[in-house]
């Protein structure tokens, strides 16, 4: 699978993109111009993709805001999905996302040229790769692959289908927001061709004050499920030795910045964003212009496709060992009922028929990611002889074909 994702694809995705002139959220209808034309043409694509993939529009109708929306609009993500084939585990579902919007120097210029390119063509061009690469491949969880409007604007259709989707019951396990992942020239002219970021909270949006409370006594200040997504991803990176591989960043996103990943932690469901190592500013949400001998505009010379391929080949691997590992452990628990030297975790097991083991990890609390691991087999209960107030633990499924589970970090049992 990973094979199949070409340079030459990803670069065609973008320069279509780009051709639009402008995909700006408010811009006018036109045959060959505009957002409307631009979600025409993605839907065509992800549908000759192949049969097994479900395409729809997802219409959201967005009144004006008095802020980034001047006027009633239709804000319209398209969307494939490509059913899980396991009975099981078909009702997990994975994202990976990118929008197709694109703005200029002003959030408000509909009409101006907006060419988008790295901002965000790169990360769409991610998700229509895998949708091509996947669409007829073998999956046990659900995959879907969706290209977002609005984000510009006020990631206004991450923001719905996220909020609609969770009132629905669809269980969304995992979001892989892919914004600004194609250029790997910094400003300075250095380059970061084997690095890319990603940004995962570390306590979760929108929890209550008991569990912010529960999270604290527990030191669980870094171990969300978005954490525990970004690891299983650098993890993941890692042992194909992938060309591009994460740079963990623990801080939910840049700094005067937002993305579609953030729509997604609001209502409670783990999502992380891909960004290019050295972000150019010249080259993003500027109109394309010459002052003196610096060029502005988010053009797509600026896109590298080797770099770009290499981001999709981490996205893809990342999805398929979500999208194949068995669920992660539930009621996983620390059991503290007496004063002991040792740790005695226990969970329950995860209900695909494959599973074949489970993995306890753990680090010391000073650490970033896992770097300790035990099988224990079918057992969902251990004792280890490890002092539970020097090392935080987790514990991960896996299944006969070797694919993990992103670990489950534990509550406390008193």
Same mark, same amino acid.
């Given at each position: 699978?990973?094979?199949r994702v070409r340079p030459d694809s990803v670069r065609a995705h973008v320069d279509a993109l780009v051709a639009f002139g402008t995909r700006h959220t408010l811009s006018q209808d036109a045959p060959d111009r505009g957002i409307a034309a631009a979600r025409a043409w993605l839907a065509t694509q992800m549908t000759g993709y192949g049969s097994r993939l479900v395409v729809t529009?997802?219409?959201?109708?967005?009144?004006?805001?008095?802020?980034?929306? &001047?006027?009633?609009?239709?804000? #319209?993500?398209?969307?494939?999905?490509?059913? =899980?084939?396991?009975? $099981?585990?078909?009702?997990?579902?994975?994202?990976?996302?990118?929008?197709?919007?694109?703005?200029?120097?002003?959030?408000?210029d509909a009409n101006g040229d907006a060419p988008g390119a790295n901002d965000d063509a790169s990360g769409v061009a991610v998700v229509l790769?895998?949708?091509?690469?996947?669409?007829?491949?073998?999956?046990?969880?659900?995959?879907?692959?969706?290209?977002?409007?609005?984000?510009?604007?006020?990631?206004?259709?991450?923001?719905?289908?996220?909020?609609?989707?969770?009132a629905a019951g669809v269980d969304i396990r995992g979001v892989l927001s892919n914004d600004i992942v194609g250029d790997p020239t910094a400003p300075d002219g250095?380059? &970061?061709?084997?690095?890319?970021? #990603?940004?995962?909270?570390?306590?979760?949006? =929108?929890?209550?004050? $008991?569990?912010?409370?529960?999270?604290?006594?527990?030191?669980?200040?870094?171990?969300?499920p978005s954490r525990q997504l970004a690891r299983a991803v650098d993890l993941v990176g890692q042992w194909h030795a992938l060309g591009v591989v994460p740079r963990l960043v623990f801080r939910h996103d840049r700094f005067l910045r937002g993305g579609d990943h953030t729509a997604f932690n609001a209502v409670g469901v783990p999502a992380i964003r891909f960004t290019e190592v050295g972000e150019h500013y010249d080259r993003q949400h500027q109109d394309p212009r010459t002052e003196g001998e610096r060029q502005f505009g988010d053009l797509p010379q600026y896109v590298d496709a080797d770099y770009?391929?290499?981001?999709?080949?981490?996205?893809?691997?990342?999805? #398929?060992?979500?999208?194949?590992?068995?669920?992660?452990?539930?009621?996983?628990?620390?059991?503290?009922?007496?004063?002991?030297?040792?740790?005695?975790l226990r969970w329950q097991a995860s209900p695909e028929p494959d599973v074949t083991g489970y993995e306890v990890v753990w680090r010391a609390t000073t650490d970033p990611t896992w770097g300790h691991v035990?099988?224990?087999?079918?057992?969902?209960?251990?004792?280890?002889?490890?002092?539970?107030?020097?090392?935080?633990?987790?514990?991960?499924?896996?299944?006969?074909?070797?694919?993990?589970?992103?670990?489950?970090?534990?509550?406390v049992v008193r």
């Open positions: 699978m990973l094979s529009l997802d219409r959201h109708p967005i009144a004006p805001d008095g802020r980034r929306i &001047d006027r009633h609009v239709d804000v #319209v993500n398209v969307v494939a999905t490509l059913p =899980g084939s396991m009975p $099981e585990a078909a009702g997990r579902h994975y994202y990976v996302i990118g929008h197709y919007d694109s703005r200029g120097s002003d959030p408000m790769e895998l949708a091509r690469v996947l669409a007829d491949v073998q999956l046990d969880a659900t995959v879907v692959f969706m290209a977002t409007a609005g984000e510009e604007q006020g990631l206004l259709g991450a923001r719905a289908h996220a909020q609609a989707a969770t250095s380059r &970061d061709d084997r690095t890319v970021r #990603v940004f995962s909270e570390g306590i979760p949006s =929108g929890i209550d004050d $008991e569990t912010l409370q529960q999270i604290r006594s527990l030191s669980a200040t870094s171990d969300s770009l391929a290499g981001v999709a080949r981490l996205n893809l691997a990342a999805l #398929v060992h979500l999208a194949n590992a068995p669920s992660t452990p539930s009621h996983a628990e620390i059991v503290a009922t007496s004063l002991t030297t040792d740790t005695t035990q099988d224990v087999g079918k057992h969902t209960q251990v004792t280890l002889p490890l002092h539970k107030d020097d090392w935080l633990f987790g514990i991960r499924a896996y299944d006969s074909d070797g694919y993990r589970s992103p670990a489950a970090f534990p509550d």
